[in-house]
């Protein structure tokens, strides 16, 4: 009868421990899968990412904005060349220069707008490169070796009673199931810098109409800047994703399982708060408002 008793004990401890490995080997899982599906959702460009909204959104931009673009270009050329003539006492003091200079600027003005598209892209091919090469030296170390740290933690679970493993196996159930909820909360982070960056680029013309004039070119370099910080925001997702990296293999499961699995999940939010952080943190950086 004691036999009996303990076989039923030893398949109950084996039945929670096997729980408790299958809840961790899924949360380790995830965190590996969700570090490279961020390393490769940050290393696109907008026409990587989403070719068919790349070339609905240029369309509209070249369809739509352009127009408004040109009427602003006229409106800063016109007050440009009023200005020019006004500030040279109605051309008594004026030369041929001046001129020159203005025919240049109405050239320079009509190119960027008619090339918005392209000078934009190019800003986000820089800071793309940026980030592909932080995501190559990232990811390779990144990797968490499941068996490894699932060996090293079953040993800690043997000596522990039927109550104390039934108690962790919902522990690790309730933190895998939060970590899938935190990681639709990092993929609806990185889409929706994606689809920032889609608004930002749809109205391009208009901000480029401004950057010839003096006075109104504040607003252009502001939208350039604005892009600058878009892009560059990629590079600091990679290095957050990095330290948390860091942190969650810095834990060590074998002397402590439950301090080490709410640790992994208050990493995890970590990771949230930080990758909706690095949208301000790359404005500032770059002084767009």
């Avoid at 899924?26 to 961020?38: R, Y």
């Avoid at 006004?86 to 200079?101: A, I, M, P, Q, Y």
């Amino acid at each position: 009868m004691l036999g009996l008793l303990d076989k039923i004990e030893e398949a109950i401890r084996n039945f929670f421990i096997g729980l408790i490995e299958s809840n961790l080997s899924t949360m380790f899982a995830d965190v590996n899968e969700k570090t490279s599906t961020i390393a490769e959702q940050i290393g696109q460009t907008p026409q990587g990412w989403n070719g068919n909204i790349f070339s609905m959104i240029r369309s509209l931009s070249e369809t739509v904005i352009i127009p408004i673009a040109g009427m602003i270009i006229t409106f800063v050329l016109c007050y440009e060349l009023i200005t020019m003539i006004t500030e040279k006492n109605n051309l008594h003091e004026g030369d041929t220069f001046s001129f020159f200079k203005y025919f240049i600027k109405m050239w320079v003005a009509v190119f960027l707008v008619s090339h918005t598209f392209d000078i934009t892209m190019a800003i986000f091919d820089v800071a793309q490169h940026v980030v592909s090469a932080a995501s190559d030296l990232i990811t390779g170390s990144a990797y968490i070796d499941i068996q490894e740290v699932l060996a090293a933690m079953l040993a800690g679970l043997q000596n522990k009673g039927i109550p104390e493993l039934a108690g962790i196996a919902m522990e690790t159930l309730l933190v895998g199931n939060a970590m899938k909820l935190l990681s639709v909360v990092i993929t609806v982070i990185l889409y929706g810098r994606m689809i920032e960056i889609f608004l930002t680029c749809s109205v391009a013309p208009i901000p480029f109409a401004t950057l010839t004039n003096r006075e109104w070119g504040q607003t252009g370099n502001n939208y350039i800047r604005n892009l600058v910080a878009l892009g560059f925001q990629g590079f600091f997702m990679m290095v957050c994703v990095a330290i948390y990296t860091v942190l969650v293999q810095s834990i060590v499961l074998s002397e402590n399982i439950h301090a080490s699995i709410f640790q992994i999940a208050a990493y995890t939010v970590l990771l949230c708060f930080s990758l909706f952080k690095t949208g301000s943190l790359s404005k500032s950086i770059f002084n767009a408002h």
